[in-house]
């Protein structure tokens, strides 16, 4: 097939053998399928709820990434009724590190809602749906997986190995390619095992279809691969367009009053980490240092350090932070403060922002004792 075209990709259509790449998907998933916590977990007790954390946590996120705290958090929350008990400050703190905090609120209201109802987790794809933070790809997985739907996923791995076999040279997460790739996947699901056809295709994308260095000579799949035929793998598909990354320039203030930390916590109206709690930030907004959303609270003046500067990113935000080491007085516990003893601060940190600054000041105080 020769490169499609921007312009032709609406009308084209797009053919599959949907009996052999059903069959073989399968037979490769069922002898390549990773162990991962959450298909373990669902195989010996097949609750929803194990299937419904990790496709949240999973969610922008690395597989490495979400491991350790998939099992630190069910541990915790080892049911939606548990979860819908608990404080929102309480559940960031179960998934720090993890960003994106959004999702996990969605979560928690997920949760509640359902504790009102009493009828237990949805019974279909629809009303999976109809969840707070539960969109199309989410709501098809966990239906497909936990309740044999015939609904297909579509995500980026899905993307990439429709477009490689189907050798479109496209941006893969075009809305007229998503339409069809879903059309796909809704086939190939209706044929047999919704919920592990789904995994297949993911795991093929997460494991040999990959982005830079496909593993063709092991996929199932590569007698029907126009791609391959065509030794088109590196232009099929077409790298996605990256939006601009804006340099943000903020500060972070930890203040110290006597042996104690003080955290503040973020404001509603905070441009970022609203709501969390760490050390008070301030944003370079034309060279003055304004303090990131509207606070109640007043700091005393003080003396301060700077001790250095950390990188970060949110979403589309290049951030480099300065941080500087305050030590004051006369700070007690308030609404939006809190005073913690050194050891318990890490703990206490959600962002990685705020963790990066602390591990900053330790290493200052390290260095310093070493030259004392």
Known sequence: ???LTKSNAASAEYSIDAAFLSSNLLSWYQKNERPLPWRTLWKKHSNPWHIWVSEIMLQQTVIKAVMPVYERFLR???SFESLAKSSTEDIRLAVRGLGYYRRFDSLHKACQYLSTQKKGLPRCHADWLKLPGVGDYTAAAIASITLDEPTGVVDGNVERVMCRLLDIRLEPNLP????????????LCAIKDPGQLNQAVMELGQTLCTPLNPMCGKCPLNSKCKSFAACSQLLAPMPKSKKPMNDIELKLDILQSGKKIVLFQRPDDAKFLKNTWGFRTSLNHHNKWRPDGTSKVVIPSSKNAQIGTVSHSITTHKITAKISHHETKDIKPCDGIRLLKIDEVEKNLVSNLDRKAWTLLLKSIKQQAVID
């Open 76 to 78: 915790q929350y080892p």
């Open 1 to 3: 097939m020769t490169a």
């Open 176 to 187: 007229t390619l998503k339409k069809k790739f879903k059309r796909i996947m809704n086939e």
